[in-house]
């Protein structure tokens, strides 16, 4: 409700914003002001181990010191305002040491390379010394007791240094960007332990101060971070607890507990680990030899859990996000990951973008017919420049009648580019009644022409170069597109899923160590699994995948297994989509003259999008040659291919390749099928190739298309012939030597069909083996050219083992 008020409508403040204000008031006055430096100083100044000893002091003002020098005189005031209230002396004597260790640092901290590490070695030394010094001012001799006791002092001060130089500045920092390490987090305890013995002998309507600040602090950490952390606060604090005072050594027991459970019943948030911590002070109390009455000690409890209730959650959540293995934690690592990953998206469709760009550029041209009609205009001003210049004809022909000049020119230029430098005696006739030189200016256009027709091919040269890149620059810009969505595309939260299909297997009877989920997209299922050692007996392939079949509503197979070296070990196993087909190949090949090196190559290669290609290519000639440049071109292909580019855009890639890559006249055809293994869908691109046949049954169908060989031209175009194959099918690709093989052939396409047709195997390799050894005897035994055959036969993808049904799991819906 608004408040009314004579100058009109007033908005009530909300309490999360009034709040949000004193907060960041608080927090800009005690952290960036350094006046929370007094408060910790003050504490420290006031806490003593075995009410003596004062290691505190110098190693936190060193700390600052070191870190924030100009925070450094608010520390000193809060430590000598803690020592003041123990005694004026001890006051005295903390500023004394603060005094010496400045004396002794700062001249010589020039000659020390590394400060951090020379630090604690200063202040174990200095504080040995100077207690060493004031026990002998005071008493006049020093015996072994005094000794002993300086010199436990100097080590524990060379211990918290360094731990005051690790935990000062998480308390200093107001922003902190990395997670807590273990060292630090126990760091930080021991701090914050060391900053609470300052509270020791306080006591507020007869509770203990020390006992609800320490117990709180377990409260809070065991529900930040759970049993472990909450277990190892409560152990530090009541160490640190038990050596400034030993009446409070049984008090370490009741804080390590009182961590265990909490952090154990975490689940129950604030509820749950007080719940904890009351348990554990019952037990303690009524079991325990504390030497406190139970009823005193359940009211310090009680005073610990209305103070963590009174926590605000969004002060856990903030710490929580620095300690490793909390959720919050985990959630601000996905948060970093996932910007990091919109940032890597970005830059990747940027560049995409730049790609295309280019692609566009490359493939932007001035109109052609303007271009051409310049050229012409250009070109029959060279010839009137050299033939009618000096001509009296000159004004009634290009003033008077200046259309008819230039349209016979014309003419007899397009003329002689047809029909190499001759004309039709009809317009040789009517062109010498109207020029007086007919003959000089048909030489002159006979001689511009040989010019024109050579800056024609190169243009034309560029231009098919151009459109290439253009091209190749639009296949990468799309793949860099796809690319930028794939990193986008972010990981479900599958762990749902991950225990669902856990216990269903366990319930089955197997025992299931682990399960992560990377996709349960249809087609694209990706699991894997680690389960106990199976001594071989194919557990993976016969009962698990089977039961993910079941559960997912499509086949999964095995797709690797590594099983464990020894018994007790542990077995890895990825589980894939089975593709709805698969192809087996078959090939036989041989050299010419029965030699060792053919000018053929072939290939058979998996796409990572779920196609599989077949590929024969064919260098020009035989020997290491022709097989190094058939090989290279598969090679460069399958790359391509590959790396996602469009199947036309990997084939134009190659081809300029090998075109700009030697002068020489060196050759490859090319002959390539990619077959989609969901639908069987087929797609053939045939270079400078053979047909290639696929019999289905009884029929044999012929594939054929009309391409140059590659690296003839810098540019041509493509034809694609796609065809639809079906379960059963053979697909039966050659090379000319195996076409073109044999002899006495008048119709190679038909005597091959009738081979086909005739064998009596589907086997591929058989297929392959008896076409070979048919065109070998036509030619009486002798391989007087490289000749390769490639099988293909498209089956359905049938698994070995049925889906075994499983119950009590919810499927998964389509």
Known sequence: MDHVTGSGIRPKWGLAEAFGKLRSKAEKLILKKGYFLVLVGFLLGRALILAKLAPFSLPFFAAVYFIKMERAPLALFGLVAGAVTISVGHAASTFAMVFLFLAVYRPTRKWVGNQARAIPYYIGGLLFAGRIAERFIQAETLSVYDLVMAGIEGI????????????????????????????????????LASIMTGTIGWIVYGLSIEHVMSRYLVLLFSLIAGAAVGSTVGVVTGLIFSLANVSSFSHMSLLAFSGVLGGLLKEGKKAGVS?????????????GETGI?????????????LLFFLTPTSLTARIAKYIPGTPEHTAEQQKYMRKMRDVTAKRVAQFSNVFE??????????????????????FLSNVAEKTCQTCFKKEHCWTRNFTTTYGYMEEIMLQMDQSKATIPPKLAREWEKLCSRPKKVTEAIHQELAVYQANQKL?????????????QLLGVSEVMGDFAKEIQRERENLHKQEEQIMEAIQDFGLQIEHVEIYSLEPGNVDIDMAIPYCNGHGECEKLIAPMLSDILGETIIVNSEECGAFPHSTCQATFRSAKTFIVETGVAYAAKGGGLVSGDSFSTMELGSGKYAVAISDGMGNGERAQVESRETLKLLQQILQSGIE????????????????????FSTLDLAVIDLQNASAK???IGSTPSFIKRGRKVMKIQANNLPMGIVQDFDVDVVSEQLKAGDLLIMMSDGVF?????????????????????????QEVADLIMEEVIRSRSNKIEDDMTVAVAKIKHNTPKWASIPVHGIKKKQA
């Open 156 to 191: 524990l001060a060379f211990v918290l240094s360094l731990i005051f130089m690790q935990s000062v500045p998480l308390v200093t920092a107001n922003k902190r960007k990395q997670p807590l390490k273990t060292e630090e987090i126990v760091s930080l305890i021991i701090l």
């Open 275 to 287: 719940l904890g911590l009351l348990v554990a002070t019952l037990l303690i109390g009524m079991y």
């Open 293 to 305: 009455s139970l009823e005193s000690t359940m009211l310090e409890t009680s005073a610990a859990i």
């Open 357 to 378: 760009a280019l692609s566009k550029s490359f493939s932007h041209h001035e109109d052609d017919l303007g271009e051409e009609e310049k050229e012409l205009d250009f």
């Open 459 to 471: 243009k034309k040269q560029v231009k098919e170069s151009r459109r290439l890149v253009a091209d």
């Open 647 to 666: 199947e036309k855009v990997a084939i134009k890639s190659v081809n300029s390749v090998l075109a700009l890559r030697t002068t020489d006249e060196i």
């Open 684 to 686: 053939f691109l045939k």
């Open 740 to 764: 073109e093989g044999p002899k006495h052939v008048g119709n190679y396409e038909m005597w091959m069909k009738r081979k086909i047709n005739e064998l009596e195997t589907e086997d591929p």
